[in-house]
């Protein structure tokens, strides 16, 4: 060993790490390419450096990996959260309120050619109605109702309220004004005997029957956790769908609260369906948020 290895062996481990001048990188490159000893020197020195870096890098690099999973779960966590929060507000801003029946709410006009206009008064933001026909008679039912919701009361305004019945053959016309408050439905066109006379709206109670499997839907999961505790694929795919009838659940008692009773089952069914799905993802990310929490407390 001369006095230039001595020299190139102390700069080794400055070369290894690309921290010298051009001027003497090409020096110790000219000597490695001669030196057989300065060149296995250098190998060792070169795969000492890389482990070490790697080493250093790994848990840096999980790291950053996991804090930026866990910041996607707490967007992913509020943005589900505000947005529920906002389905079930509009789902009660939006939820019909109907009128019982008065003289001046609705007025039915005929012109000549047999076109009914039927006008409701300027508090009608909305109407709905349902056709049916008499078999013994072959009239045509007209069934219509009206309200207004307090979306439409503060923010929206729908102007004047009007349905127009066009015949489409000669049948006999008759148009109930149903109150949907338990009360009678009233005849505001057409003769007084037909099928319908004395006939009362009933709410459905379809909602009830939702609500009951989804209860019966979370005990049958829960049971089935404890029943498979031990099975980790099995239980795994049970925490994830069992979130989801609580979730409807939930979001039915934040809409309809305790009541089941509904004159708009097709629309309340929409809502709490869209209400259970947020936060159904509202539950699985705070799920995960929390566990990550519990990891970083257990390190």
Known sequence: MNK???IVKDILPLYAEDMVSGDTRNFVEEHLEHCPECCSEYERIRKTVEFVTDMSAAPINDLKRKLFVRRVQTVLFTTALVFAIAACVFAIMTAPRFFPYSNSLVQVTEDQNGVLTITFDECVTGYGYTVSHDKETGAEIYCINAWDTVWDKYITDRGQQNMVI???????IRVYYAQNNGSWDVLIYGLTTDANEGTITLPRLILAQYFGMAVLASVMLIT??????KQEKVKIWINRIMPFPIAYIFAHMCIKGVSFQSYSAQRDFSVMILAAILFYCVILSGSCLYKAKRGLKGK
């Open 4 to 6: 230039e290895c001595n």
């Open 166 to 172: 066009t015949p489409v053959s000669n049948a006999d």
């Open 224 to 229: 089935a956790r404890f029943l498979f505790r």
